[in-house]
């Protein structure tokens, strides 16, 4: 049995489904010559959209700080434990920042963690909605949370609380194939399209890779960053592509 993640901390996981559902989805409507779902703004590196704040590319710089607090703190975790560290599986460590902030992290694979080897991680940070309600994504969103974890290539999820209530949250990966690995079950595609639009205003999903692992300290390269905004009738998805990748320091 896999420990469960407090409430709020498990709901970024729904930002993954979306953006890997949203594909499936639009392979399979495409195949069936219907139309598909709302394709991706493309959004250029510098650009700012005036009625989309939340992806503004300022918003990257914070977002990275936020990651980088996050994995260092895994860090240390791992480096304060020895080799018993390369034993831990599903450990789930629980702390507080000196101003007061809440830091959740389940170790799923200690082992895979201490490598020296490239390794996927995302980002992704949600926006709550004033009026949003936790009871309906929060059952649901548990049950994908421990489905989630189980995946073979899922070494670390982490979820830090934020000054504005809402969470910043680091998955660390040790194959690519991790999001790939999601089948497209009813609970998924529920969660998906019908919970994650209720629950949040908007979304931003960062993509990127530690090249030497997470124990060297060394840098993140950041891919791209999706963006998700469920406050209009018809969503808007948007997408920056960072060519060449940012890179930034992670130590």
């Known amino acids: 049995m896999v420990p469960t993640l407090s409430v ?39 650009q700012i959209l005036a009625d989309r704040p939340f992806t503004h590319p300022d918003h990257t710089s914070a977002d990275v700080a936020d990651l980088r607090q996050i994995a260092g703190r895994l860090r240390a975790a791992l480096g304060g434990a020895g080799a018993a560290a390369a034993e831990w599986r599903y450990r789930l460590i629980r702390t ?16 895979e963690l201490l490598r020296p080897a490239p ?52 998955v660390v990966m040790s194959n690519p194939q991790a999001t790939v690995q999601w089948n497209g079950s009813d609970r998924h595609r529920y969660a998906a399209q019908e919970l994650a639009p209720r629950y949040y205003a908007s979304v931003r999903i960062h993509n990127g890779e530690l090249p030497a692992g997470l124990m060297s300290g060394g840098e993140l390269v950041l891919t791209r960053t999706k963006y998700y905004d469920y406050q209009t009738t018809e969503h808007w998805r948007g997408c920056r592509e960072l060519t060449p990748p940012r890179r930034f320091a992670f130590a």
Not at 20 to 45: D, R
Not at 98 to 109: E, K, Q, S
Request: hydrophobic share 45%.
């Open 96 to 111: 507080v920042e000196a101003d007061g902030r809440v830091l959740r992290m389940m170790i799923c694979n200690g082992a």
């Open 8 to 46: 709020y901390a498990g709901t970024g996981l729904l930002l993954i489904l979306a953006d890997k559902l949203h594909m499936i989805a639009n392979t399979f409507i495409t195949l069936a010559g219907l139309k598909p779902m709302a394709s991706y703004t493309e959004i250029a590196e510098a």
């Open 119 to 170: 390794m996927p991680v995302v980002g992704f940070f949600g926006q709550r909605r004033a009026d949003a309600e936790y009871g309906p994504i929060g059952r649901v969103d548990e049950e994908l949370l421990e489905e989630f974890l189980q995946q073979p290539h899922i070494v670390a999820y982490c979820s830090l609380e934020l000054p504005s209530t809402n969470w910043g949250n680091l």
